[in-house]
């Protein structure tokens, strides 16, 4: 067999790690090596699904940056969002004062 998509190899390795059984006798069935299916894992585990249409460490890094940016980001997000609401319950306090 040839090229999988992302989502077949998310699908082999769900079933791998589901059926518990040897990686050997596993990959025949699909005409990969063993290698192969380990460094799927591997990526699946460290990147997603994403990581498993990955074909260079360029790419990995550019993922990895935007992962990270999208934490910070997140982080960010919730700290405003926390300052808003803050800030609404002193306008309502300084509106009751009134």
């Known amino acids: 067999m040839g090229n999988y998509s992302p989502k077949q190899k998310e699908k082999i390795i769900l079933k791998f790690r589901q059926d518990k059984v040897s990686v050997k006798w596993f990959v025949k069935s699909y005409g990969i ?53 803050v800030w609404k319950k002193i306008e309502l306090l300084i509106s009751k004062k009134k």
Do not use: V
Request: glycine share 8%.
């Open 33 to 85: 090596t063993g290698q192969t299916l380990l460094n799927w894992c591997k990526k699946y585990d460290q990147f997603g699904i994403d990581g498993l249409g990955l074909q260079d460490s360029a790419n990995k890094e550019e993922l990895i940056n935007l992962r990270n940016e999208n934490k910070e980001l997140k982080k960010k997000n919730a700290k405003l969002e926390l300052r808003d609401e």
